[in-house]
């Protein structure tokens, strides 16, 4: 049970700091930067599932707040009024409905990985565009148009996040048996355990 805990915390760990990493991998954009964080936010949801996927992003995103420089303009608890980071939130909302959908087929394919990263995708933007606009016209002061906002917000980007959705559900595709099997020894092993706890 231990070393099932163990694993599940390794692999949280291992995809914020992936998260993190995607955050200094970036093409500068007006007002949102494009960078690969949504990749490891399509694979944590696609390998990990909606519990363990959404952890990831959300250890990334405290330790962000906490004042670690993690995020692409830095850390610290005022990056809560950055314009971007509403994106921050939907990658945990993201990770979540991803891994939720997946863990509702038995034997999901490329077909249905794609459609649940496309999912994402778009709960990602549904929560980043909509805070994008607040930011810059609430407490930024920064009057701005709803269509230069989807102009920066979206539209700038989101093609080529769709694009990162197919070609990274093809890569998961051919890792999820591996952590469809992990994941099922630690299934098979808590179950032991439970048995072994009732018998007692």
């Given at each position: 049970m231990k070393n099932n805990n163990t694993l599940s915390?390794?692999?949280?760990?291992?995809?914020a700091a992936m998260t993190a990493i995607g955050a200094f991998?970036?093409?500068?954009?007006?007002?949102?930067?494009?960078?690969?964080?949504?990749?490891?936010?399509?694979?944590?949801g696609s390998l990990l599932g909606s519990k363990r996927g959404v952890q990831s992003q959300l250890v990334y995103l405290f330790v962000?707040?906490?004042?670690?420089?993690?995020?692409?303009?830095?850390?610290?608890?005022?990056y809560v009024l950055q314009p971007t980071f509403g994106y921050?939130?939907?990658?945990?909302?993201?990770?979540?409905?991803?891994?939720?959908?997946?863990?509702?087929?038995?034997?999901?394919?490329?077909?249905?990985?794609?459609?649940?990263?496309?999912?994402?995708?778009?709960i990602i933007y549904a929560i980043g565009v909509p805070?994008?606009?607040?930011?810059?016209?609430l407490w930024l002061n920064i009057p701005t148009t709803v269509s230069h906002v989807l102009a920066a917000g979206l539209f700038s980007t989101v093609g080529i996040d769709l694009v990162l959705a197919i070609?990274?559900?093809?890569?998961?595709?051919?890792?999820?048996?591996?952590?469809?099997k992990?994941?099922?020894?630690?299934?098979?092993?808590?179950?032991?355990?439970e048995n072994v706890r009732s018998i007692g």
């Amino acid at each position: 049970m231990k070393n099932n805990n163990t694993l599940s915390l390794t692999l949280v760990a291992i995809f914020a700091a992936m998260t993190a990493i995607g955050a200094f991998i970036r093409v500068p954009l007006p007002m949102v930067p494009f960078t690969l964080q949504i990749v490891v936010v399509y694979l944590a949801g696609s390998l990990l599932g909606s519990k363990r996927g959404v952890q990831s992003q959300l250890v990334y995103l405290f330790v962000g707040l906490a004042g670690l420089p993690v995020f692409t303009q830095g850390g610290g608890l005022a990056y809560v009024l950055q314009p971007t980071f509403g994106y921050l939130i939907g990658f945990c909302a993201g990770a979540y409905a991803i891994g939720f959908m997946i863990e509702r087929i038995p034997q999901p394919n490329v077909k249905h990985i794609i459609a649940a990263n496309l999912l994402g995708t778009i709960i990602i933007y549904a929560i980043g565009v909509p805070y994008l606009y607040a930011a810059l016209n609430l407490w930024l002061n920064i009057p701005t148009t709803v269509s230069h906002v989807l102009a920066a917000g979206l539209f700038s980007t989101v093609g080529i996040d769709l694009v990162l959705a197919i070609f990274t559900s093809m890569l998961a595709v051919r890792l999820y048996p591996i952590f469809r099997k992990s994941h099922s020894r630690r299934k098979v092993r808590q179950d032991n355990s439970e048995n072994v706890r009732s018998i007692g």
